[in-house]
C-alpha cells in the first residue's frame, strides 16, 4: 500500500499548478518524510533584491504537505513556525527536508529545513498538520 500512496503522492504533486509555477520537483518520499528541490530565480526576490520569504515558505510547504500526507489520509497545515537564517543566491538549488517528529491520531509534528546544494542552511521550520481520517481523494 505504501508504494501505492507514494506513487499516488506525487503523480499529484507533479501535476500540482502552484508547485509547477515555483519550480518545485520532488525528490524523496518515505513515510513521514520528504525532500523537494527548488531553483532560486531572480524573479523570486523581494523590493530589496533578496529571497522573498513566501518563495522560501512555498518550499517549506510543498515539503510538510508530502510528508503529512504519506501515511495516505488527508493531513493540513494548523500551523508553522519559520525562522529564515540567510538568503540564497540567485541560481541556488535549495533543497527543502521534511521529517515527522511525532503523529499521534489526529496531529503530526514535523521538523522541516531548507539548505542550499553546498548545505548551506536557508531556513528552518517546526510545522503542526491535523490529521483527519478521511483516505486520501486521488487513491482511488
Known sequence: ?????????????RDEPYAKKMGIEQVALDAGYSKVKMIFKGDMENMFGMAHGGAIFSLLDEAFEMAANSHGTVAVALSMNITYIKPPSTGDVLYAEA?????????????INVKTEGDNLIAICQALAYRKRDKLPFLD
Open 1 to 13: 500500500m505504501d508504494d501505492k500512496i507514494f506513487g499516488s503522492i506525487i503523480k499529484r504533486a
Open 99 to 111: 521529517r515527522e517528529v511525532s503523529r499521534s491520531g489526529r496531529i503530526g509534528t514535523y521538523a
